[in-house]
């Protein structure tokens, strides 16, 4: 089993910064993609970014050109680097892994909570 823990979110007005974190029990070799979703008030949970195990990365196109994912082998961490954020990115953002070696499967963190202010 694998345990995912998110950290960073917070309230930030529109235009601020957040850096989330996502980490793991152990290891990330095994993990095949990692990935960001998000869920707002009301709406179901969509896909914010996602990183492949050879660091090809992959976005929505609502967060193109100011969101970055990254993993840390070396930390066991998966960040999300938000800039330039808008309300409409206000709700409860997870982290996921889908592992195919070890303990083989797709894990879910029980989220961050990110409030943008107008």
């Known amino acids: 089993q694998v345990q995912l823990v998110e950290s960073g979110g917070g309230l930030v007005q529109a235009g601020g910064s957040l850096r989330l974190s996502c980490s793991a029990s152990?290891?990330?070799?095994?993990?095949?993609?990692m990935a960001w979703y998000r869920q707002a008030p009301g709406k179901q949970r969509e896909l914010v970014a996602s990183?492949?195990?050879?660091?090809?990365?992959n976005y929505a196109d609502f967060v193109k050109g100011r969101f970055t994912v990254a993993r840390l082998y070396a930390k066991n961490t998966l960040y999300l680097q938000m800039t330039s954020l808008k309300p409409e990115d206000t709700g409860a953002y997870y982290c996921?892994?889908?592992?195919?070696?070890?303990?083989?499967?797709?894990?879910w963190g029980k989220g961050t909570l990110v409030t943008v202010s107008s």
């Open positions: 996921s892994a889908r592992f195919i070696a070890g303990p083989i499967g797709t894990y």
């Open positions: 152990g290891t990330l070799i095994g993990a095949k993609t």
């Open positions: 990183i492949t195990d050879t660091a090809i990365a």
